[in-house]
């Protein structure tokens, strides 16, 4: 069956790091791959999009990569900061019907 | 602000009785999302339209649940007898088209309590 992983634990870091995070998804092949924030009792909020046919999409502090052989798509926030705290959610979407199915989610904490 | 509004945004009831969400989405969206989340779990695809018609339905949709789109505007979810488990927040989105990987914009949700 079809499977997504977001890392379940927090991930810390403290501010002006970058912070990485990971999707990995199995029994997929996906058209293209979402990543999303969350904020607690809020909707989630799309941030980029990046397609099969691409390995890395930026935009601002956000950059995206997605690698069909590994089944990846990690999630860079570079110069983090306190407002960034939120949880991340990735969520490819398969050709076809292109519904986007999503992982449980990360939780970013960026300490001051 | 024209976002995708979605009411009510908190309903309690009690097991056993009906409730119904509804979802106004974007204008000229043409398809539109119903997801179900629950604590710590990421949204979970329910259903979906293309216009008024409702393509797809996820098995977590059981015969109590039912949708619409009439018209192809606004949405109404609705959930007859219901229980304990379906407490969750109900999440609505919508998107210009799916297949160039358009921007989905989501509601802010409503969140049901069944006591």
């Known amino acids: 069956s079809q499977k997504i992983e977001q890392n379940s634990e927090a991930l810390n870091i403290q501010e002006g790091k970058t912070a990485t995070l990971t999707c990995n998804y199995t029994?997929?092949?996906?058209?293209?791959l979402q990543w999303y924030r969350q904020d607690p009792g809020r909707g989630p909020v799309f941030l980029l999009l990046i397609r099969e046919n691409e390995k890395e999409k930026r935009k601002e502090r956000l950059k995206v990569t997605f690698d069909t052989t590994l089944k990846q798509s990690l999630f860079h926030i570079t110069a983090s900061q306190p407002a960034d705290s939120a949880t991340y959610l990735c969520a490819p979407a398969s050709g076809g019907s292109y519904i986007p199915t999503f992982g449980r989610g990360t939780s970013l904490i960026v300490h001051p | 602000d024209t976002g995708v509004s979605q009411d009510p945004r908190h309903k309690i009831t009690k097991r056993g009785q009906n409730v119904t969400f509804r979802c106004d989405p974007i204008s000229e969206h043409n398809r539109l999302y119903w997801y179900r989340q629950t604590l710590g779990q990421g949204p979970e695809f329910l259903t979906y339209?293309?216009?008024?018609?409702?393509?797809?339905k996820s098995r977590l949709l059981s015969d109590r649940f039912s949708a619409e789109r009439p018209k192809g505007s606004f949405s109404t979810l609705e959930i007859q007898r219901t229980e304990q488990g379906d407490s969750a927040m109900y999440l609505c989105?919508?998107?210009?088209?799916?297949?160039?990987?358009?921007?989905?914009?989501f509601g802010e949700g409503s969140w049901l309590t069944v006591v």
């Open positions: 989105a919508s998107t210009q088209d799916s297949f160039s990987g358009n921007t989905i914009y």
């Open positions: 029994n997929y092949s996906p058209a293209y």
């Open positions: 339209f293309q216009n008024e018609a409702q393509l797809e």
